[in-house]
């Protein structure tokens, strides 16, 4: 039988006690903000809803909850600051620097699941182009809002995205301070006015959609049950609804009040010589269809329908 000295045995009982101490302290997320005083503050994400703010509704709105831990449990944040800022990626020269959007007072506060204070944060788009001086032609699809949050203790001391690490930024704190919400096109109904049709055909000898000699034209089928039918009158086939002749064609149409939906539908592009434009009452082009284009519903650039 071997014998083991006491020295042994209380040995592998400290080391034993340590491992387990350590696995039971290293599982509180406080214990990282207990061992790196000088970083005070975690704001940690627990979930965010609407990430996206649709173009033209001011009451859209980028959305988080957070979890405030400190080494007071929260008790030492004197308020939480919410910043704006603005990045113009769709070629223009709107971008602007944050700017301090608001400030959340502690009464705001609730209390979550792990005992630790949280909060819910909704920020709008027509809130956030208030603060920065955006009207609604400068604010396009494609663009991006940032909402950069700080913690103000208080003692005076200050935490947000500059004082972050890669641990605290990670999965297990999701603490990054600052979150980007894109400006979307969705679709929507069609906004009223006239609208014009431009019509080519590179041939030369009018539009040849399904047959050899013509065949029907684009069509919009509108919620309210019209439908309007645009096209370049063939040499080969006569219809009603043509327009221009040979190489062009031009066709317009008011679109009325309460339209729901708009339905365009190309048939298809016999030979491989039809293009089309489709021009929204401000000007803008929503649609660009080239030559060659199978046939099927046509995709319109909604977000144009706000220019």
């Given at each position: 039988?071997?014998?083991?000295?006491?020295?042994?045995?209380?040995?592998?009982?400290?080391?034993?006690?340590?491992?387990?101490?350590?696995?039971?302290?290293?599982?509180?997320?406080?214990?990282?903000?207990?061992?790196?005083?000088?970083?005070?503050?975690?704001?940690?994400?627990?979930?965010?809803?609407?990430?996206?703010?649709p173009i033209g509704d001011a009451e859209g709105f980028f959305g988080l909850e957070a979890e405030i831990q400190t080494q007071e449990d929260g008790d030492n944040v004197d308020f939480v600051?919410?910043?704006?800022?603005?990045?113009?990626?769709?070629?223009?020269?709107?971008?602007?620097?944050?700017?301090?959007?608001?400030?959340?007072?502690?009464?705001?506060?609730?209390?979550?699941?792990?005992?630790?204070?949280?909060?819910?944060?909704?920020v709008t788009l027509g809130a956030m182009q208030a603060t920065l001086g955006l009207n609604n032609?400068?604010?396009?699809?494609?663009?991006?809002?940032?909402?950069?949050?700080?913690?103000?203790?208080?003692?005076?001391?200050?935490?947000?995205?500059?004082?972050?690490?890669?641990?605290?930024?990670?999965?297990?704190?999701?603490?990054?301070?600052?979150?980007?919400?894109?400006?979307?096109?969705?679709?929507?109904?069609?906004?009223?006015?006239?609208?014009?049709?431009?019509?080519?055909?590179?041939?030369?000898?009018?539009?040849?959609?399904?047959?050899?000699?013509?065949?029907?034209?684009?069509?919009?089928?509108?919620?309210?049950?019209?439908?309007?039918?645009?096209?370049?009158?063939?040499?080969?086939?006569?219809?009603?609804?043509?327009?221009?002749?040979?190489?062009?064609?031009?066709?317009?149409?008011?679109?009325?009040?309460?339209?729901?939906?708009?339905?365009?539908?190309?048939?298809?592009?016999?030979?491989?010589?039809?293009?089309?434009?489709?021009?929204?009452?401000?000007?803008?082009?929503?649609?660009?269809?080239?030559?060659?284009?199978?046939?099927?519903?046509?995709?319109?650039?909604?977000?144009?329908?706000?220019?």
């Amino acid at each position: 039988m071997k014998r083991y000295s006491n020295k042994l045995i209380m040995t592998v009982l400290a080391g034993t006690a340590l491992l387990f101490t350590a696995c039971q302290e290293g599982d509180n997320p406080i214990d990282f903000i207990n061992e790196n005083e000088t970083r005070g503050a975690v704001l940690r994400t627990i979930e965010i809803f609407s990430p996206e703010l649709p173009i033209g509704d001011a009451e859209g709105f980028f959305g988080l909850e957070a979890e405030i831990q400190t080494q007071e449990d929260g008790d030492n944040v004197d308020f939480v600051e919410v910043y704006v800022a603005f990045n113009d990626n769709t070629g223009g020269t709107d971008t602007k620097d944050e700017a301090l959007h608001e400030t959340i007072d502690p009464s705001e506060f609730f209390i979550g699941e792990f005992g630790y204070p949280r909060f819910r944060s909704e920020v709008t788009l027509g809130a956030m182009q208030a603060t920065l001086g955006l009207n609604n032609s400068q604010v396009r699809g494609g663009d991006q809002f940032r909402i950069r949050y700080e913690l103000v203790l208080d003692d005076g001391r200050r935490y947000s995205f500059a004082d972050n690490t890669g641990t605290l930024t990670g999965s297990f704190f999701r603490s990054p301070f600052l979150y980007s919400a894109d400006v979307v096109c969705p679709p929507i109904g069609p906004l009223p006015g006239v609208y014009t049709v431009e019509m080519q055909d590179s041939f030369g000898d009018g539009w040849q959609t399904t047959t050899g000699d013509g065949g029907p034209g684009l069509t919009l089928t509108l919620s309210t049950g019209e439908v309007f039918e645009f096209l370049i009158c063939s040499d080969y086939e006569a219809n009603a609804n043509c327009s221009g002749g040979g190489s062009a064609g031009t066709a317009t149409f008011t679109m009325p009040d309460g339209v729901e939906s708009a339905e365009w539908n190309f048939p298809g592009d016999f030979y491989g010589e039809i293009s089309f434009q489709i021009i929204h009452p401000s000007g803008a082009t929503i649609a660009d269809v080239g030559t060659g284009s199978g046939a099927g519903p046509v995709v319109i650039n909604y977000c144009f329908d706000y220019d």
